[in-house]
């Protein structure tokens, strides 16, 4: 123990994030939070403190030594949690170090394996932790904190003990509601994180009755939901929106992540969406709420989003439409067309949706990735996340018979933004996370992987959030599929400033995967590569970054591409003089109201001369291209708001304006937020009606 420091009788856990380039998870720790005031209850005399970044962990390092240090163990900090917790134990071998979460193998020698590789953890909390790490506590205080006297004493707690004997129980049931977790934010421990940069998080229910194997929550094990009781998830929302107005006000961040795995698909949802809008009314909070929606119960689910206001975005979480692909991954219990009509009932309620869809899966092909989304364009969701196929530790999917069984071929990437050097009780420690990605199959070769996830991007630019709604609005009262609009598009030579965006993004796509786990991490850590990561010239997310990229210095092309590509559609099929003339305008209006959006600097409004009232088309379903002819053409202001500026600074003080801060701004905004609003120039400089593209 260094000299000045003090031993207290504290149980410390860390649910740690990497913050050199950004904060790369935003959300509270309420996952350990939920573990100290279980733990509360168990061991009064104990004095629970949680921590976030890495910086502050150290720090308190520095001046004191807690009795037991925890680490929450995800796919996102597991590098990270394993560097701190070596440090400690070179530093400090007394404390009992213990980890816990879902990045752990379902196959026990893998899981025997890790802990064997692994000595400077003493105990691994398997599954749901609460029950487990309570009493772990207890053993541990009746032992005098002694980390070696305690192995093989508590169910679904896994060990190495020192005579080489492991202990790999995992027999301890699940509790049957939440009711016995004193409310987290009701305890006062998160408090300290309410600094205007981390994103509340509740959960509402704990488990999912879907059997996905590339899920963690698939297994059985999960099966049954655990609700959160009413009252105290009604008394954790107020709590949070009193704290958040506050923030709100000084140009913090305005978001809820709720964690639960289909939220809206029970009763208890629908009440919580009303306690949710009182919150919006009593502290304007939240204005966006991250969670992924039901997979059953569609009605149920529209009623309780509704009730938010646009808050929450529907989830169609297909992954696949192919048949086969849902039968290899047990999603067979899921109606994939189900969720498709909930997007159409959702746009019919006036409520965004969006999809899911995963690259990759079992017995997935070039045609059956390309055949999903273009049911999902048709079937109108809003925006489609296309994912590649991650093979969690935790997950059925992973498993060494999985892998043979579907020939699947993998490679490692660097996780975007997570890595990043601390120093560490006098060390220097450096850390990335590294996930395994499916890149070819049996049905899927390489190159066609590729081909899709050019494809994923022109999805992403072209239709995500709806900056080209009015061409889809347009397309499909022609009869025409908004995938053949995209398909037009890619075939179509690129302008330079629209090729240089996809240049870099298929660049990246190849550079960042790599043949061998253990050699990129080595590699990530020398000091010269994670300056490299670090300064933004490696380890991106490429779909985001560079969707950032076309829409900031390539929106002259990307409309070109666009207008030329709607061209190309009616080819076989020419239009009237009278159309063409309303599509000079629908051009003149989207090339105006995208122009210079994610500039500060940029200049308040621009102009543009219509003969036709776009706005009106984009916002009334009803109306015609006819309907909006104009008795004399008008002259229009295409104006950034007050609110649209406010809403840009928040994200440049926590993001950045760059091309990797826009494109995570645009995963917790929607585009349409940032276009421009357009009004009559006679009224520009008053009270103008709302005339924005969406």
Not at 12 to 25: C, E, G, K, N, R
Not at 148 to 161: E, Q
Not at 552 to 559: A, I, K, N, T
């Amino acid at each position: 123990m260094s000299p000045g420091t003090t031993v207290v009788p504290e149980v410390w856990l860390a649910d740690l994030t990497y913050t050199q380039q950004s904060i790369s998870a935003e959300s509270m720790p309420y996952a350990v939070a939920c573990l100290a005031t279980y733990a509360a209850d168990t061991s009064p005399d104990l004095k629970f403190r949680l921590f976030k970044y890495p910086e502050r962990l150290a720090e308190a390092l520095e001046a004191e030594t807690p009795r037991v240090l925890g680490f929450s163990h995800y796919v996102w900090n597991s590098e990270l949690s394993l560097a701190f917790a070596r440090a400690v134990r070179a530093a400090r071998p007394d404390v009992v170090i213990v980890f816990g979460g879902p990045h752990y193998s379902l196959v026990v020698p893998e899981r025997e394996q890790f802990l064997r590789e692994h000595p400077e953890i003493d105990y691994y909390v398997v599954g749901e932790g609460e029950q487990g790490f309570a009493e772990l506590l207890v053993e541990l205080t009746e032992a005098g904190f002694d980390r070696d006297a305690v192995h093989g004493k508590v169910r679904s707690v896994n060990s190495i003990a020192p005579d080489g004997t492991a202990h790999m129980d995992f027999s301890r049931p699940r509790m049957a509601d939440m009711e016995s977790i004193p409310p987290p934010y009701l305890s006062g421990l998160l408090d300290e994180f309410f600094d205007g940069k981390l994103v509340p998080t509740l959960q509402t229910n704990r488990g999912c009755p879907f059997k996905c194997t590339f899920c963690v929550e698939g297994e059985k094990y999960y099966q049954k939901v655990a609700m959160n009781p009413l009252e105290a998830v009604e008394r954790q929302l107020h709590h949070i929106g009193s704290r958040m107005r506050d923030l709100i006000a000084e140009g913090g961040r305005n978001e809820l992540l709720l964690t639960d795995s289909n939220f809206g698909m029970y009763p208890q949802d629908e009440q919580i969406c009303d306690i949710i809008a009182e919150c919006q009314d009593r502290y304007g909070w939240p204005r966006y709420i991250n969670a992924t929606t039901g997979k059953n119960k569609r009605d149920r689910v529209l009623r309780a989003i509704e009730k938010t206001r646009g808050a929450i975005q529907l989830t169609g979480s297909v992954q696949s439409m192919d048949p086969g692909v849902l039968e290899n991954i047990q999603r067979t219990n899921i109606n994939a067309d189900t969720l498709v009509q909930q997007a159409l009932a959702a746009k019919q309620a006036g409520a965004g949706s969006y999809s899911e869809i995963i690259l990759g899966l079992p017995g997935d092909s070039r045609a059956a990735h390309l055949a999903s989304i273009r049911k999902l364009l048709d079937a109108g969701f809003d925006s489609l996340t296309m994912f590649q196929l991650s093979l969690l530790p935790g997950s059925e999917l992973s498993t060494p018979a999985n892998r043979e069984r579907f020939a699947m071929r993998t490679k490692y990437r660097v996780i975007p933004r997570s890595f990043g050097s601390y120093r560490v009780l006098g060390q220097v420690v450096a850390a990335a996370e590294v996930d395994e990605v499916c890149v070819g199959l049996d049905t899927l070769t390489f190159d066609e992987y590729l081909e899709c996830r050019i494809y994923n991007c022109y999805v992403s630019l072209l239709h995500n959030h709806s900056p080209f709604a009015a061409i889809e609005k347009f397309l499909q009262s022609k009869g025409r599929s908004i995938a053949d609009w995209i398909d037009a598009a890619i075939a179509l030579p690129r302008p330079a400033d629209l090729d240089r965006a996809m240049e870099l993004f298929t660049r990246e796509t190849i550079g960042q995967l790599h043949d061998d786990r253990d050699e990129l991490m080595e590699y990530v850590k020398q000091p010269e590569t994670m300056a490299r990561y670090l300064s933004g010239e490696l380890g991106n997310n490429e779909m985001y970054t560079y969707r950032a990229y076309a829409l900031m210095y390539g929106w002259p092309g990307l409309v070109e591409i666009a207008f030329s590509a709607l061209d190309k559609v009616f080819e076989d099929d020419p239009l009237s003089a009278e159309e063409h003339a309303f599509l000079a305008d629908l051009r003149e209006f989207v090339s105006a109201s995208g122009r210079g959006v994610f500039e500060l600097d940029s200049p308040t409004a621009v102009h543009a001369t219509l003969s036709h009232d776009i706005a009106r088309y984009a916002s009334d379903p009803e109306s015609t291209p006819a309907d909006c002819v104009l008795a004399t053409p008008q002259r229009v202001a295409f104006r950034l708001t007050r609110d649209q500026r406010d809403l840009l600074s928040g994200y440049a003080k926590t993001l950045g304006l760059d091309e990797r801060g826009i494109g995570r701004a645009l995963t917790k905004s929607r585009l349409y937020h940032f276009l421009r609003e357009a009004v009559p120039e006679t009224s520009a400089d008053t009270a103008p009606a709302r005339m924005a593209v969406r």
